[in-house]
């Protein structure tokens, strides 16, 4: 178990719908990081926020944005979802810029 | 951007042997090289990482060694065991090199190593 929680850990959904996934870091950690995992494309890095503030931003399409809160939880919003947008949706941790990432059980994402 | 290439793409062992694992990279500004090993429906877990000022380092079975001249790395794993079996994935990035390359992780495609007893 690395520390890092996220929910649901699984969601289904229907073509045009918005989900959000939602992560909590390990205690003491301030940077929280997005990772798409699907067959087609692996692992894909997509936002990264330390301490409330938008810090690298990978190739995350228009529809998905994420923030994080004064708690240092995160959220990933998807819009109108895709058949494509199906996968397995990662956060990890660390407690620091440059700092070892730890991730979350992930989030299995099934868009019908 | 940065490209990560992973080779072999499947890699079948026998218990106790050695299996090796090689990446290269792209960009020569990278400086941070960690290696995750993913079990069927679990999380990514680090097992090591290595930094552009180390050439080398050890952890019990696993070592990572890094070429920065050639610009490739390479996970060992020695004394192979069953449990060893999983999906390994090599990664880079530039932290700090730039303003917004903190943390942006640029893996491999993966290795699926089997061990059979």
């Known amino acids: 178990d690395s520390g890092v929680t996220q929910t649901p850990k699984h969601l289904i959904t229907a073509t045009g719908q918005r989900v959000t996934l939602r992560c909590s870091p390990r205690?003491?950690?301030?940077?929280v990081y997005w990772y798409q995992q699907s067959l087609d494309q692996g692992l894909q890095f997509l936002i990264h926020?330390?301490?409330?503030?938008?810090?690298a931003k990978g190739n995350i399409l228009e529809r998905f944005s994420a923030q994080q809160f004064p708690d240092l939880h995160s959220e990933l919003n998807l819009s109108s979802l895709e058949l494509g947008d199906s996968a397995l949706y990662f956060c990890?941790?660390?407690?620091?810029?440059?700092?070892?990432?730890?991730f979350g059980p992930g989030t299995r994402l099934t868009v019908t | 951007g940065e490209n990560v290439e992973q080779h072999p793409s499947t890699l079948s062992v026998q218990e106790g042997d050695s299996a090796v694992i090689k990446c290269t990279y792209s960009?020569?500004?990278?400086?941070?090289f960690p290696w995750y090993k993913q079990e069927l429906g679990k999380r990514p877990q680090l097992i090591i990482d290595i930094r552009s000022n180390v050439g080398e380092k050890k952890d019990q079975r696993i070592a990572v060694t890094l070429n920065k001249t050639a610009k490739h790395f390479s996970l060992h794993i020695t004394e192979t065991q069953p449990e060893d079996s999983a999906v390994y994935f090599c990664a880079a990035s530039k932290e700090g090199m730039t303003t917004d390359s903190w943390g942006k992780l640029q893996f491999g495609a993966g290795t699926q190593v089997v061990v059979t007893p």
């Open positions: 926020y330390y301490n409330g503030e938008e810090r």
């Open positions: 205690s003491g950690d301030l940077s």
């Open positions: 990890a941790s660390s407690v620091a810029l440059g700092q070892e990432q730890y």
């Open positions: 960009d020569s500004a990278s400086n941070y």
